[in-house]
């Protein structure tokens, strides 16, 4: 069984800052017109990895318990689920509450929202939970015939997703097109093969991915936005971006850079309690943009960050036993 090791941790830290980055971007639709459209153009390419590499560290270290088909699978679901679901469905509550106060879908459809983790950004959970189901058929064909299999299927999928919703049109709920399992599993799958083979690999080919799936991206968004289609997301270019930045990650040479150094430790520290706020941040953004609503990007990255950080450590402190269980604050 793979140790914790305080590297995946920073990488952890790492991932959430940039989740967070995601959801408080203030122009939706950056354009090449302004040094600072390019800014955030750039930026919010380079923060599209953020889904994937925790996915791929999930698999990682779930991976490495070797579990099959049975009492042990069974064993560990019962065990895993609800420390992600329980949490999950309790900061589930406003929002279900908001949509049954509004009467606009009934009961039964925000219920049913509501315990399949459709609200808010709470699709990763669900997301989550199908890969445990999976995870004895990820271990079993955990080679590279499995990593063919699986690119080509995230591939095939994402075709579709931009087939449905940027040529069609169709709008689709985040929990259809982003929290079913086919879309995202290269990046779970690469996370069970990493824990079962050796990361003493050359970085130079990652590195050259990694700097074409990034320019791919800035092209495919100019493609989009002329043609008047929402460019930020989920897309093909985004998945070769962070299917390169993830191979150059894991490898041994980058584990080596990480240091105790104070930046890093800071990272580490988020990381261990990047569920919580994963939880937590969405209703930390509509506070601050109803409260400083003029506030810029960077100044409200970084403030809601604080703020939810801040929250968890109050919680954590006072309610310590509550707030593992319940909230997910690990």
């Not at 390019?38 to 996915?55: D, E, Q, T």
């Not at 995870?135 to 080509?152: A, D, E, M, R």
């Not at 993830?246 to 309690?273: D, H, Q």
């Not at 509550?322 to 690990?330: E, I």
Request: hydrophobic fraction near 55%; glycine fraction near 6%; charge should be positive.
């Amino acid at each position: 069984m793979i140790t914790r090791n305080p590297y995946f941790d920073f990488l952890r830290g790492f991932a959430i800052i940039m989740v967070v980055g995601i959801h408080t971007v203030t122009s939706m639709s950056p354009d090449f017109n302004t040094v600072e459209g390019i800014v955030i153009i750039i930026l919010r390419s380079l923060l599209n990895c953020a889904v994937p590499l925790f996915l791929v560290i999930s698999g990682y270290f779930i991976a490495s318990k070797k579990i099959s088909f049975g009492k042990e699978h069974i064993s560990f679901l019962k065990k895993q689920i609800p420390k992600i679901y329980i949490p999950c469905l309790i900061f589930s509550i406003p929002y279900l509450t908001m949509s049954l106060i509004s009467g606009s879908n009934g009961i039964l459809k925000p219920l049913a929202i509501f315990f399949a983790c459709g609200f808010s950004v709470y699709y990763f959970v669900a997301l989550i939970i199908q890969y445990y189901l999976l995870l004895p058929i990820f271990i079993k064909f955990n080679g590279f015939v499995g990593l063919i299999l699986t690119v080509l299927i995230s591939a095939l999928s994402i075709i579709g997703v931009t087939y449905v919703i940027k040529y069609e049109g169709i709008e689709l709920p985040l929990l259809i097109y982003a929290g079913l399992f086919p879309l995202w599993i290269l990046f779970f799958f690469m996370g069970v093969f990493f824990s079962n083979h050796n990361r003493n690999y050359k970085i130079i080919y990652p590195l050259i991915l990694t700097i074409t799936g990034l320019i791919l991206q800035i092209l495919e968004y100019q493609f989009w936005m002329q043609r008047d289609v929402t460019a930020l997301g989920i897309k093909m270019s985004s998945f070769i971006f962070s299917a390169g930045m993830i191979w150059l990650l894991f490898s041994k040479k980058m584990e080596s850079t990480y240091s105790e150094k104070i930046l890093m430790k800071t990272v580490n520290w988020i990381g261990g309690i990047s569920f919580g706020i994963y939880l937590l941040h969405c209703y930390v953004i509509i506070a601050v943009s109803k409260i400083v609503p003029e506030i810029g990007w960077i100044e409200k990255w970084t403030l809601v960050l604080c703020i939810t950080v801040l929250l968890i450590w109050i919680a954590k402190s006072i309610f310590p036993k509550f707030s593992v269980k319940y909230l997910g604050f690990r």
